[in-house]
């Protein structure tokens, strides 16, 4: 097996026992972008010297017998939307184009504390805006198992370089299923963790009431293990929960006896493609064959969800990225009649289509006279569709459903029918209204050989369970060892 | 719920975004917006009446840090990134009343 | 035609913390260096985040209870949204809908003389950040404006009155007042110079109408005010412009919409300002950054019994306890908190709380003022102080001997540290101050003097009582340390031996 396509834990032994240099890896991972980037436009930034750097550090460290991270040597890809010190980080936006944080996120200074090795930054929707990665002002990002299909989004660069063995580990961030749904598009496990369990402190707000960091791996086992190195409290984030992190590694071989999988009739809603709902009734048959228990719920409001998505998500990007003025960082128009044009001129040149269109709902639900017919509104139906979640885990442990309602469509499909668009986040969406962790892992292919993905949901902080619940199902299935063919570049 | 998003109401929002639009963006986000509020106009089909707002998925309360001071940033670096310094202060178009 | 001036302030406090309201910032006034006293979180930088500070919000909490507000047992924050090049982050963070404290009252002494006071009604007092500071082109060229993010993200309070205040003169003392507590509780220390209060005022007209009942003019919100006595003129000029206005127009509230004026301190009058180009609307929404506070009973009581004592207490505490006069209290009072502490020190060490306030009040804040000295530096420290009057109740020195021992340990102060209390009796000493009431020591020199002065002995003797002064002052002359009441009563009985 090559390098680039192997798992965290074999390229972790391979280099305990010497067999590989954590520079091997780098350049393998490296190279494997070097060639294919080009068709896949995974990456924003390549990091190339630096990462070789550290893979030294990291081999003289092994060497010399200092204390090695969890992370030691291990390749990974961030997406540009989180702040890495002295590295572009532009989340995909003109307006960001040259901006170079003074500052590290946390989970960023917890990688080089657990001494991964950076790769660079990865495409995405601009601020995380979409669900294709099309909305990029910089390029588009294809699909490694079809390039003239999208990656899914935002986070689609990650999910591509994982997918393509360009990374072995990449973060994403989640707002409306912006890991679970690229992991699904791509074949590989992403995990969007229970709100609060990751820091947002350096992760550049899109929705900071639904924004999360989450884990991305071509299997379970690397999830787990990204995510027990990103999850815990920090106290430069206010709504980062103070709660102990199980290590998510230890117990995951460990099956669930008992397990109760729920399955809700609206999760089979009109616009299902056939295919992806026999995807989820066949991992549904899996479980019941592992001796799980099959239950039926309903959660009766998840119809309102992308509507009340709709109307609190833009409302919070339009006054998160009010700071992008072109007064303290960022673009500043060339031309200008006073400051007002000047703001005005500079955002119209900085932000792409879909941003503004977010920025403009978002300012009219906020505006006087409308707050309560939308925003205060959408925030009551978010309290009743937390509670439908609620209720059904009261008579489950993990729920099972559909990831997109079809696996990746076309480059260019639904790029100009926004609301065509938000409709795909329908089955993703309520684990961030509801502040709940989900998983989305490889559950099969389609007709046309394109990966399908499903779901698991669980309540907050079930990340262990879900971690459990998703290897049960990778164990018994082999969707996950499948792998692109990437054509040879020229 | 609404009478019809109208240009205006949209170049008004505009304004207050601080976007500036072309005619040719202003039409089409009239009629894209027009749909989107079409759409979530089924949040009206939900009886919310008794329901309390849920603006954040985990009700934590009092979280304070200690009043310890940290390192500034050097000027330098906090200048770093803006469009425009004298290399003291942020440097923008004049200010005027009104503005 | 009469009419009633009906006033409201909106006061902006800079709270006395060490670092801002949401990150490790110091908190400190530094206009020289633009630029230095910020990080991520206050440069409003992509993916940085809030974090409230401790302290801020108890000492708000502090100004709630002594404003008498209500608190309430959950308070959050907002964000204000407007755009504007000192504000980084294209919001303020702030209070909407549940301020930390609402509905109270001050109460403000009318007139230091007179004991009467008035209650002014607090609306609400809520936290918010300060923003940076931006500096225009004063040439009036329409040159580029500069912005200096060091003030951004200061703990602010903003404490908003009632329409109570019914002219400049009672603006000017509900300020002085306010100040006067919020230097106390050493939440802020108010320092308008350096912006730590600002103010602005709503001001309208309640005018009598002859056909019964009132009419209200339009409101007026001055801005711009940068000191007490500017508050109070533009106050005064307000009303007489408003009811010349009103004269002329005859536009009632309501009819035409909220005008912003400035102050103009040196023409001593207020004008107009271009108003904003759109209604504002701030859009407020909840801050999905920051997590709400609750405020158990436990914690408020915490705070309450943290208090220190107000000055209306305080105040009251010296007319009964040391028997001051109400003018005396309030003069000491007003001088802030380390100089009534100063006051106590004293008025325990010479156990003459009168003559101590009779001191303070005229020789030290007399020294104070002429060297430009606060309370703190103040050369003759409380103990000092006190073991001198200590000497002058006990009539082991005159009044006048104690004005120069004073006047001496000045002096021995000058580039030395202060002198301590040892100093009092070693000047008393040195320059031969103590009483000489000894009737062995007195009597030659008293016989001398007689013999000296014959013709004035006579004088005496034939009833010209007052000449007996000019006796008085030979003797002393030659005493110095003489209680001038001893050697009049020896003057007096040995000439009416002779
Ligand atoms: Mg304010
Ligand atoms: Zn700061």
New binding site residues.
């Given amino acids: 097996m090559s390098i680039v396509d192997a798992s965290a834990s074999q390229l972790l032994s391979a280099m305990a026992s010497g067999k590989l240099s954590a520079v091997d890896v780098a350049r393998a991972f490296l190279d494997q972008i070097e060639t294919h980037d080009g068709k896949i436009g995974a990456f924003l930034h390549v990091d190339h010297d630096g990462a070789l750097k550290q893979a030294a550090l990291v081999d003289e460290k092994r060497r010399t017998v200092q204390p090695l991270g969890k992370l030691a040597g291990l390749p990974m890809a961030i997406k540009d939307v989180v702040c890495t010190r002295g590295m572009p980080t532009t989340c995909g936006s003109r307006i960001l184009q040259r901006f170079l944080p003074p500052y590290d996120a946390e989970v960023v200074r917890r990688f080089r504390e657990a001494d991964a090795v950076i790769l660079g930054k990865t495409n995405m929707d601009e601020f995380a805006m979409g669900s294709s990665t099309e909305n990029s002002a910089f390029k588009i990002t294809r699909n490694p198992w079809d390039t003239s299909r999208t990656p899914g989004g935002s986070s689609g660069g990650s999910a591509a370089a994982v997918a393509a063995g360009m990374a072995l580990l990449a973060v994403g961030s989640d707002t409306g299923g912006s890991i679970r749904q690229p992991a699904a598009f791509c074949g590989i496990v992403g995990m969007k963790p229970t709100y609060g369990r990751v820091s947002r402190y350096g992760l550049v707000a899109f929705a900071s009431s639904l924004d999360q960091l989450g884990p991305m791996a071509s299997d379970v086992a690397g999830v787990a293990a990204l995510l027990e190195v990103m999850a815990g409290h920090d106290a430069r984030d206010s709504t980062s929960v103070d709660r102990p992190v199980p290590e998510y590694g230890r117990t995951l071989e460990q099956p669930l006896s008992g397990l109760r999988i729920g399955l809700a009739s609206e999760h089979f809603a009109a616009g299902l493609d056939p295919e992806v709902a026999s995807a989820v009734r066949a991992a549904a048959d899996v479980y019941r064959s592992l001796g799980a228990q099959v239950i039926d719920v309903t959660l009766p409001h998840s119809k309102y969800g992308v509507a009340a998505y709709y109307l609190i998500a833009p409302s919070e990007a339009a006054s998160n990225l009010a700071r992008y003025d072109g007064v303290h960082y960022g673009h500043r128009a060339e031309k200008f009649d006073g400051l007002i044009d000047m703001y005005a001129a500079s955002r119209g040149e900085g932000f792409g289509p879909e941003v503004k269109r977010r920025i403009m709902l978002g300012n009219y639900a906020l505006s006087a006279g409308y707050y309560d017919a939308y925003y205060l509104k959408a925030l009551k139906v978010r309290r009743l569709i937390r509670n439908d979640l609620d209720r059904a885990f009261e008579t489950c442990d993990v729920l099972l459903s559909p990831v997109a309602p079809t696996p990746a469509f076309k480059v260019g499909e639904l790029v100009d029918d926004p609301l065509a668009m938000y409709l795909s986040d329908i089955y993703t969406l309520s684990a961030n209204l509801a502040g709940l962790p989900g998983i989305s892992l490889p559950g099969g292919f389609s007709s046309g050989g394109l990966p399908i993905g499903i779901q698991l949901l669980g309540p907050p902080f079930a990340e262990e369970n879900l971690l459990r619940a998703a290897r049960m199902f990778e164990r018994e299935t082999s969707w996950h060892t499948k792998r692109p063919r990437l054509g040879v570049a020229p | 719920m609404t009478a019809r998003l109208t240009r205006d109401d949209v170049a008004k929002v505009a304004l207050l975004g601080r976007l500036k639009l072309s005619a040719d963006e202003l039409e089409r986000m009239t009629s894209q917006l027009g749909r989107v509020l079409e759409y979530v106009d089924i949040l009206n089909e939900v009886d919310t009446e008794p329901v309390q707002p849920l603006a954040h998925p985990i009700e934590l309360a009092n979280v304070f840090r200690d009043d310890i001071e940290r390192e500034c940033l050097p000027r330098e670096e906090a200048l770093a990134n803006a469009p425009k310094t004298d290399g003291r202060f942020f440097v923008v178009p004049a200010i005027l009343d009104g503005n | 035609m009469s009419y009633t001036t009906v006033v409201g302030l909106e006061v ?1 406090v800079q709270l006395l913390t060490r670092t801002k309201l949401f990150c490790g910032c110091i908190n400190r006034f530094n206009p020289t260096q633009p630029n230095v006293q910020t990080c991520p979180v206050c440069l409003g930088l992509p993916g940085s985040l809030p974090v409230m500070n401790r302290h801020a919000f108890e000492l708000a909490l502090k100004t709630g209870l002594a404003l008498n507000c209500t608190i309430p047992a959950l308070t959050k924050w907002d964000r204000k949204q407007y755009y504007y090049p000192d504000l980084p982050k294209g919001y303020q963070i ?1 209070q909407y809908d549940l301020p930390f404290s609402s509905d109270g009252w001050l109460e403000i002494p009318t007139d230091q003389k007179a004991p009467e006071s008035r209650r002014i009604g607090i609306i609400r007092a809520h936290l ?1 950040e300060d923003a940076g500071k931006n500096f225009h082109d004063e040439s009036g060229r329409g040159g580029e404006s500069l912005v200096d993010l060091n003030r951004a993200g200061t703990p602010l309070l ?1 404490i908003v009155t009632k329409p109570d205040i019914r002219s400049g003169t009672e603006a000017h003392a509900f300020l002085d007042e306010l100040k006067l507590l919020l230097t106390y509780l050493e939440v802020s220390d108010c320092n308008m110079q350096e912006g730590s209060l600002r103010c602005d005022a709503n001001v309208n007209l309640h005018i009598a109408d002859p056909n019964g009942g009132t009419i209200a003019t339009p409101i007026v919100e001055v801005k711009n005010l940068n000191s007490f006595r500017g508050v109070e003129q533009a106050i005064e000029y307000e009303a007489r412009r408003q009811f010349e206005q009103w004269k002329e127009t005859g536009k009632k509230f309501g009819e035409v919409p909220k005008e912003t004026r400035g102050w103009d301190a040196e023409r001593g009058a207020t004008f107009g300002q271009r108003g904003k180009e759109e209604a504002s609307d701030y859009r407020y929404f909840p801050d999905p950054d920051l997590v709400p506070v609750t405020i158990e009973e436990t914690w408020r009581e915490q705070v309450r019994a943290s208090l220190a004592e107000f000055p209306a207490a305080k105040r009251k505490r010296f007319e009964s306890e040391h028997h001051l006069s109400l003018y005396d209290a309030s003069v000491i009072v007003a001088q802030g908190r380390p100089f009534a502490d100063y006051f106590e020190r004293v008025a325990a060490a010479c156990a003459d709380a009168k003559q101590a306030a009779n001191w303070l009040t005229q020789d030290v804040l007399r020294e104070m003022k002429e060297r430009q000295l606060a309370i703190e530096t103040f050369p003759i420290t409380a103990d000092v102080l006190g073991t001198l009057l200590e000497r002058v109740a006990a009539r082991k020195i005159t009044v006048n001997s104690g004005r120069i021992v004073f006047a001496a340990l000045l002096d021995r102060s000058v580039d030395s540290l202060p002198p301590g209390i040892e100093a009092v009796d070693a000047i008393i000493s040195e320059k031969g101050l103590a009483i000489t009431s000894g009737a062995d020591e007195l009597a030659p020199i008293i016989d001398a003097v007689l013999a000296a002065n014959a013709k004035i002995v006579a004088d005496v003797k034939g009833g010209k009582q007052q000449a007996i002064g000019a006796l008085i002052g030979q003797v002393m002359k030659q005493t110095k340390g003489a209680d001038p009441q001893v050697v009049r009563e020896m003057l007096q009985s040995r000439i009416a031996a002779l």
């Fill in positions: 902006h702030s918010e903003e």
